[in-house]
Structure formats: C-alpha cells, structure tokens
C-alpha cells in the first residue's frame, strides 16, 4: 500500500488562550471533540505551548498516558505527587508515566528551584501524550539530556517502548508500538523518516520539504500512514522536527 501523506498546517490547529496560556492544539478533545481528529496512530496529544512567566498549570492529576515533554525556548518546572521534580531546559526531555494515577504541576518559575533571579521569559515547549500498553502500572518519571547526540546531526531517539531500541540511550515509555524521535537539522541536511505504518512529523522550528509533500514550515504537522522512509531536507534557516514512529493505532470510544 502506497504512503498516504495527510498534511496539517499550523494554521489549522485550535488555540486555546488564557492572560498566561497560549496553547496550539494538534488534536481535537474534550466535551466539543471532533470525532475526526482526536488521534492519530497512538498518539493523544500534541500540544504546542507557551507559558507567561511565574504562571502554569496548577497541580492537577492524570492517569494511564505516557507523558513527554519537550522545551524549544525557556524553562519549565515539574513537580509531581511521586516526589520527583525538576526543571526542562532544550535538550533535556521528560517523561511522566501517569499510571494508576499522578498529581503534577507545570509552571515556569525556574528560581523556585535554581535560587536564580526573578526572569521575565516566557517557556515555550510541546508536550505530547500517547496510550500505554498497560494500565494501571505504577507511576513514574524521568528526564534525559540528549543536546550531545543533537549535535552529531540526524535522529536522536528521545523517548521509546520498541523492543528494538532496547539498551538504548532514551527515556522509556510504557509502549512497545511507539518511539519518539527528534533531529536539529543544519541548513539543507537530509535525514530520513522512519518506515512504520504510523508517522507522525511536526516542524518545532524552521522549515523543511517533505520528499511527495513539498514544503512545511514551523507548526506544520504530517500524518504519515504506511510510510516508506521519504526524505526530508531543512530549508536555508534550518530546523527541528519530532517525528512518532508507530507500529499500532488505538480505536477510541
């Protein structure tokens, strides 16, 4: 079966905003869902997201999704009901297992943590979420700090499940039909897409051409069915780009 190439551009996505939020939203949930775009693949949620200063997301809970989150600018403090807390920069991802359930909170106040002074800078990041292939485990956290294999140029993996990247250097999510993936592409460097059934490719910055696709730019998404390993190529200024490589779809009801 030929790739089907589903482009969604950045324009396209619903913004949810507040005097602190400013919040893109790749999918469609809650009580006004679109039936149609609630997922893709395994993959819930892809939210990009920027945070006023000494604002966020107030302790709230979550339970059986894995959680990552990924800084482009600012930084970002976790803090949850496990005890683990911490504070994202670029680079360095996390991931939150929700489980049989998690209170956490999302703030950009860095100096509540690092003793810094007070800053102004707004955090701008994306945090994505997909199911586990079990419910109901024990909740959990973990942070990597990948800025070393980024600059090696290529795909890092940032985050997996897959048996096949079993003893590599990712943070471990609860499912074994996903990875995520991210490259800091150089001015007209070329990588290829992972060959799955399901890939998902956003622009986090920069822009790219889509082997078959054409151009995307910052905020464009495709939604890759049966993909064979197109290329991509960054444009004249660059780009980043995380990319789900999956193996398996979920049926919501």
């Known amino acids: ?22 919040s893109w939203n790749s999918f469609s949930f809650g009580a006004q869902a679109d039936p149609g775009n609630t997922h893709f693949g395994l993959l819930l949620v892809s939210n990009e997201d ?28 976790h ?25 956490h909170s999302e703030k950009n106040d860095s100096w509540t943590l690092s003793g810094d002074p007070v800053h102004s800078d707004p955090v701008h ?9 079990t419910a109901g485990v024990a909740p959990g956290y973990e942070q990597l700090d990948i800025n ?7 795909w890092a993996i940032l985050a997996s499940g897959m048996p096949k990247h079993s003893g590599t250097r990712a943070l471990s ?13 150089r001015p007209a460097e070329t990588v290829h897409i992972a060959t799955a059934p399901f890939v998902h490719l956003f622009v986090a910055k920069g822009a790219l051409a889509l082997e078959g ?35 398996a779809t979920v049926v919501l009801r």
Do not use: C
């Open 148 to 154: 070393t294999q980024l600059g090696q140029g290529g």
């Open 50 to 77: 920027t945070v006023e200063p000494g604002t966020g997301f107030d302790t709230h809970p979550h339970q059986d999704m894995e959680i990552v989150t990924w800084v482009l600018e600012g930084a970002l403090v």
């Open 173 to 185: 999510i609860r499912q074994k039909h996903a990875a995520l993936h991210v490259a800091r592409l």
């Open 125 to 133: 990041f994306i945090q994505m979420w997909v199911l586990p292939d």
């Open 79 to 103: 803090q949850d009901s496990t005890g683990h807390n911490g504070i994202i920069y670029p680079g360095l991802a996390q991931r939150m297992t929700a489980g049989a359930g998690i209170l």
């Open 1 to 22: 079966m030929p790739a089907a190439i589903d482009i969604r551009r950045a324009s396209s996505r619903s913004l949810a905003r507040t005097p602190w939020l400013r």
């Open 213 to 247: 696709s054409g151009a995307l730019t910052e905020g464009d998404a495709a939604r890759i069915t049966a993909a064979e390993g197109q290329r991509i190529t960054a444009a004249a200024e660059g780009a980043e780009v995380l990319m789900w490589e999956m193996d």
